[in-house]
């Protein structure tokens, strides 16, 4: 049990096709991460909600349109992606505030995403 | 902008014996966190350990420590008695408040290094 759970652990979808990717956490925590993790690549940061509230949008294509509808889901909702998409899509989250300085992210186990 | 180099793209280490990973980071900043991260073969990014900048101390958890020179902008990890279960990616992360009203933190990754443990 990690604490933050996201489903589906693996999608393959069409490039026409409408999906979604959804992350729960248990934790009690404020704020959620969406990374992407490419082969060769950093984790790229995509969002980033505080609470309910986008504070972060890391210049992702708008076919990748995020969903924060309370402070323990979020969601990654895709349309007319490309193969080049295709990735490991990670959900993330942490305490932020007072008490939390030290509070570090802590990760789900990953939405494998392949775009054909 | 904050950055994160990882130089080593892999290593190996035979068990028991001791393995240094590099990382260094760029910043102008001088309140952050560092961490190493572990993400063995199911994905799953674990928290191996993490830094204070304002604490000179290095940080030690368990065969896991850091060599912190926050002059250098430099975080090595030290595995000690490695094991076959230390075999996985390591991650050297900077964490920095975001620059917005509600001021979330937000995670730079570096690409890695990846560990082999030879039995």
């Known amino acids: 049990e990690t604490g933050v759970t996201q489903t589906p652990r693996h999608l393959v979808m069409g490039m026409t096709n409408k999906k979604s990717l959804k992350c729960e956490q248990h934790?009690?925590?404020?704020?959620m991460y969406w990374y992407k993790q490419s082969a060769k690549k950093p984790l790229e940061l995509m969002f980033v909600?505080?609470?309910?509230?986008?504070?972060e949008n890391n210049s992702v294509p708008s076919r990748f349109s995020p969903e924060c509808p309370n402070s323990s889901h979020l969601f990654l909702h895709l349309h007319t992606l490309q193969p080049e998409d295709s990735a490991l899509y990670l959900c993330?989250?942490?305490?932020f505030g007072q008490g939390a300085k030290g509070n570090t992210i802590y990760f789900g186990e990953g939405s494998w995403l392949t775009v054909v | 902008a904050q950055t994160v180099t990882q130089s080593q793209p892999e290593m190996s280490v035979q068990e028991a014996e001791t393995v240094t990973l590099s990382c260094t980071y760029d910043?102008?900043?001088?309140?952050?966190?560092l961490f190493w991260y572990k993400q063995p073969p199911s994905r799953q990014m674990i928290l191996v350990i993490r830094?204070?900048?304002?604490?000179?101390q290095n940080a030690t958890e368990n065969r896991f420590s850091v060599n912190f020179q926050k002059a250098a902008k430099s975080f090595s990890l030290k595995i000690s008695d490695s094991q076959l279960g230390d075999a996985a990616m390591y991650f050297c992360?900077?964490?920095?408040?975001?620059?917005?009203?509600?001021?979330?933190?937000?995670?730079?990754f570096g690409t890695g290094t990846r560990l082999k443990v030879l039995a």
């Open positions: 993330a989250s942490t305490l």
């Open positions: 934790l009690g925590h404020n704020a």
């Open positions: 909600y505080n609470f309910k509230e986008q504070t």
């Open positions: 910043t102008s900043e001088s309140d952050y966190y």
């Open positions: 830094q204070e900048a304002y604490k000179q």
């Open positions: 992360a900077y964490r920095r408040r975001l620059r917005t009203t509600s001021g979330t933190y937000k995670y730079i």
